[in-house]
C-alpha cells in the first residue's frame, strides 16, 4: 500500500493504537479432531502451507435476496440470473477488510506480490511456512494420521487471531480441517446391500412400462424409460452443458467410456467431454488407474444427456503427501479450490453434479458456510448445483454398517443423527437414492436435517408437513427441527451397469442419483434453452412449489443408520435401548429419504417450459 504524506500524521496516530490493540490475541476457532485421527508429532516447520483467508462478504445478504427472487417463479425476476461482474460485486469485502487483513500479513513480512486473490478479493491466499503461520496464528500445527487409510495432513484444533483483524477474516484454512471428501461410490457385492437387492428383484414392474432386465441391472435405456427421457431429441447443444466435478485424483477414463457408449449408447460412441485440471488434478488415462466414482459419474451423466457437451473437473489434493517436503500440497479443502477455479470463468456449464461429501461435523462451520456461499454464487448465475446426498443414512455416511456412528465429535459424544456437508447447503440440490420398480427409497440414502444451516424458506411448508405426521417426541434430539433438510430429490441408485478399468461392473450410491437427476435437468435446460428461456439455475425454490406435481412420490421404504450390533452395545451403555434402529421413513409428500421424489421429464418439461 503506497501512503500519502498527508497521511502520515493521521497513520502514527493510529500506529499506536494499532500495536496496542495488536498486543490482543482472540481465539478464532477451536474444533474436536474427529474420531479415526490420531496426533503423528510436530508438523515440520519448512511444510509449506498454503492458507487461505476468507475476508467477510458484509452484502452477502443481498445476493441471497437476489438468489431466491430470481429462483422463484412466482416472482417477476424469475430467470434473470446476475452476470459474474455483479456476483463479484455483491460478495466483495469492505475495504477496511481488506487494508486490515493486509496490514497483518504485512507485519508478518507478507506482501502483495506473494498474494493470489479471488476476483471479488473475498479469498486471499499466500503460502508461508509452518513456522510463520504458527506465529501468525498463536498456534502450533501437528501431523496428523488417519487410521483407516494412512492418510497423514498437517492441522492445528485451535487458532487465534489479533483482535484487530477478528472482524475482518470469516476462516483461515487449512487449519482446523479434518473432512475426507470421499467418493460415495459403493459397490454392488457389499454385505447387506446384496441381499435386499435380490428381495426386491422379485417384485414386480407394476404399471411402469420398463425392460424387465431394469430389474436386474440399471442401464441408460432404463432410466430413460423410467424417468421419461425416451425419446426427446437435445436441440440446444450449441448452448447447453453439464459438468461433473471430481476430487481425491479419480480419473475419467476416455476407453471406459467408449466402451459404455458401445454397449449403452451407440449414437454416443465417437463422442467425449471437455477435461479441465483444477489445482494440479490429473489426468492419467493409464486403463488400471481409472476412477470407479468418476466413471459411474460421467457414463451415466454424459450418457443420458446425450448429445448435450460435458465437462469433466479434476480437482487435486489427495493426501497421502510428504510431510516433510517443502511444497505446497494436501489443502484437502478440494471445494474451495473447485469454485476458486469456477467462479472465475466467464461461461459454467449450467447443471453441474458431485457425488463427494462428508460429515457435516467434521467440517468446520464458518468454512462450511464459505463454501455454501460459493455454491449460491453459482446459482445467482444461472447454474444449477447438485450433490449426492450421502450414503449412510441418518448416520455418518458410512456406508460399512459394521463402522456406521451416530455420535457428535464435540467432545460430548452425544447420541444424534449426522447430515451430510455439502448436501445440506440451502443454496444446493441434494439427490437421495431409490431402488427397485416400482421405486421405493434405498436403505442407504443419506438424509436428514442440518445443524449449521436453518431451513430455508422454500421448503419450511413441505418439512413441516413431514414432522407433523411424526409421533409427537419422535426422535427428539437425534435432529434439528429447524434444519435445513435434504434430500429435495432422489433417483435411482443400484445397481448401474457401469465400465470400470476395461470391465463391465455392478456399482450403486447416491453417487449415481445425483448424476442421473443432473441429465434430466440437462434436458429440461435444454428444452428451455431452445426456447430462448433462460436456464433453470438454482433449483430448490422451482421444485418446491411449480415443480412439486412433476415427481414421483416415494413412499415406500426408509433409510438406515445407527442401528448396527456394535452401535446397539454402545447404546446400552448410554441407556438408550429403546432407539435401536432409529431411520426416517419415506412418506406422501416431501421426506428427509427421497426428498419430493424421482423425476417424471416429461411432466417437469410441460410444467418448466
Ligand atoms: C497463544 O499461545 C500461547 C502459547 O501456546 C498460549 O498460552 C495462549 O493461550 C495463546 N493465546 C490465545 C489467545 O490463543
Ligand atoms: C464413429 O467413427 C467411426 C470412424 O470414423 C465411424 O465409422 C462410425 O460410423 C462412427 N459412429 C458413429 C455412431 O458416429
Ligand atoms: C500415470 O500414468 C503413468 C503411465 O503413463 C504411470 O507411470 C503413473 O504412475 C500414473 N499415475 C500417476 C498418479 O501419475
Redesign the pocket.
Known amino acids: 500500500m503506497r501512503i500519502t504524506s498527508s497521511c502520515i500524521a493521521l497513520l502514527s496516530l493510529y500506529a499506536q493504537r494499532i500495536v496496542a490493540l495488536s498486543d490482543v490475541?482472540?481465539?478464532k476457532e477451536s474444533v474436536e479432531v474427529p474420531e479415526g485421527w490420531v496426533k503423528v508429532g510436530r508438523a515440520n516447520v519448512g511444510h509449506t502451507l498454503n492458507l487461505r483467508i476468507g475476508l467477510p462478504q458484509p452484502n452477502f445478504g443481498l445476493l441471497e435476496q437476489h438468489l431466491y427472487e430470481i429462483s422463484d417463479p412466482h416472482h417477476e425476476r424469475y430467470g434473470n440470473h446476475l452476470s459474474k461482474e455483479e456476483v463479484e460485486a455483491l460478495v466483495s469485502p469492505h475495504q477496511t477488510s481488506l487494508d486490515s487483513v493486509d496490514q497483518w500479513l504485512a507485519s508478518h513480512g507478507l506482501r502483495e506480490i506473494q498474494f493470489t486473490r479471488s476476483p471479488a478479493k473475498d479469498w486471499v491466499s499466500v503460502k508461508v511456512p509452518v513456522a510463520v503461520a504458527e506465529t501468525m496464528l498463536?498456534?502450533?500445527f501437528y501431523l496428523w494420521k488417519h487410521l483407516e487409510s494412512g492418510d497423514l495432513v498437517v492441522r492445528t484444533t485451535?487458532?487465534?487471531l489479533p483482535r484487530d483483524v477478528h472482524d475482518h477474516i470469516d476462516v483461515i484454512q487449512p487449519t482446523t480441517i479434518f473432512a475426507r471428501w470421499k467418493a460415495m461410490a459403493t459397490t454392488l457385492h457389499r454385505p447387506g446391500h446384496g441381499d435386499f437387492f435380490k428381495e426386491k428383484s422379485k417384485s414386480k414392474l407394476g404399471a411402469v412400462d420398463v425392460d424387465l432386465s431394469c430389474t436386474e441391472a440399471i442401464t441408460v435405456k432404463c432410466l430413460a424409460q423410467l424417468y421419461k427421457t425416451a425419446g426427446y431429441v437435445p436441440k440446444a447443444t450449441n448452448k447447453n452443458g453439464l459438468g461433473i466435478t471430481g476430487y481425491l485424483e479419480q480419473f475419467a477414463n476416455f476407453a471406459d467410456l467408449r466402451s459404455f457408449y458401445e454397449s449403452q449408447v451407440p449414437e454416443a460412441v465417437n463422442s467425449s467431454f471437455t477435461f479441465f485440471s483444477v489445482n494440479g488434478g490429473l489426468n492419467n488415462q493409464t486403463l488400471d488407474e481409472a476412477g470407479e466414482e468418476a466413471g459411474l459419474d460421467i457414463q451415466f451423466a454424459f450418457g443420458l444427456s446425450y448429445p448435450t457437451p460435458g465437462t469433466f473437473w479434476s480437482t487435486g489434493g489427495r493426501p497421502p503427501f510428504i510431510p516433510d517436503n517443502t511444497a505446497p500440497t494436501n489443502d484437502n479443502e478440494p471445494y474451495a479450490d473447485w469454485l476458486d477455479f469456477v467462479l472465475k470463468q466467464g461461461k459454467i456449464p449450467q447443471t453441474i453434479s458431485t457425488s463427494y461429501a462428508d460429515h457435516e461435523q467434521t467440517v468446520p462451520e464458518a468454512y462450511a458456510r464459505r463454501v455454501c456461499r460459493g455454491f449460491a454464487q453459482l446459482g445467482a448465475r444461472g447454474v444449477s448445483v447438485l450433490f449426492a446426498s450421502g450414503d449412510g443414512g441418518v448416520s455418518d455416511g458410512n456406508s460399512d454398517p459394521k463402522t456406521q456412528q451416530c455420535f457428535s465429535n464435540d467432545g460430548k459424544n452425544t447420541y444424534k443423527f449426522l447430515p451430510m456437508f455439502p448436501p445440506s447447503c440451502p443454496y444446493v440440490t441434494s439427490v437421495g437414492g431409490t431402488f427397485g420398480i416400482p421405486e421405493v427409497a434405498v436403505p442407504f440414502s443419506g438424509g436428514g436435517f442440518s445443524y449449521y444451516f436453518a431451513q430455508p424458506p422454500y421448503q419450511k411448508s413441505a418439512v413441516a408437513s413431514y414432522l407433523s405426521k411424526l409421533p409427537p417426541g419422535h426422535y427428539d434430539g437425534l435432529y434439528n427441527r429447524e434444519g435445513r433438510g435434504f434430500p429435495d430429490v432422489s433417483a435411482q441408485s443400484y445397481p448401474f451397469q457401469t465400465w470400470w478399468k476395461g470391465e463391465a461392473l455392478l456399482l450403486g450410491g447416491t453417487s449415481a442419483s445425483s448424476p442421473v437427476v443432473a441429465a434430466v435437468v440437462a434436458l429440461l435446460n435444454d428444452a428451455r434453452l431452445a426456447k430462448n428461456l433462460p436456464p433453470l439455475g438454482f433449483l430448490n425454490p422451482l421444485l418446491y412449489s411449480k415443480g412439486v406435481n412433476g415427481f414421483n412420490d416415494i413412499t415406500e421404504g426408509n433409510n438406515v443408520g445407527c442401528g448396527t450390533l456394535g452401535f446397539n452395545v454402545r447404546l446400552s451403555c448410554l441407556g438408550l435401548q429403546s432407539l435401536t434402529f432409529p431411520y426416517f421413513k419415506a412418506t406422501a409428500g416431501w421426506d428427509p429419504v427421497t426428498g419430493l421424489g424421482t423425476p417424471d421429464f416429461l411432466k417437469l418439461k410441460k410444467l418448466f417450459t
Do not use: G
Request: proline fraction near 0%.
Open positions: 490475541i482472540l481465539v498463536n498456534t502450533t485451535m487458532y487465534s
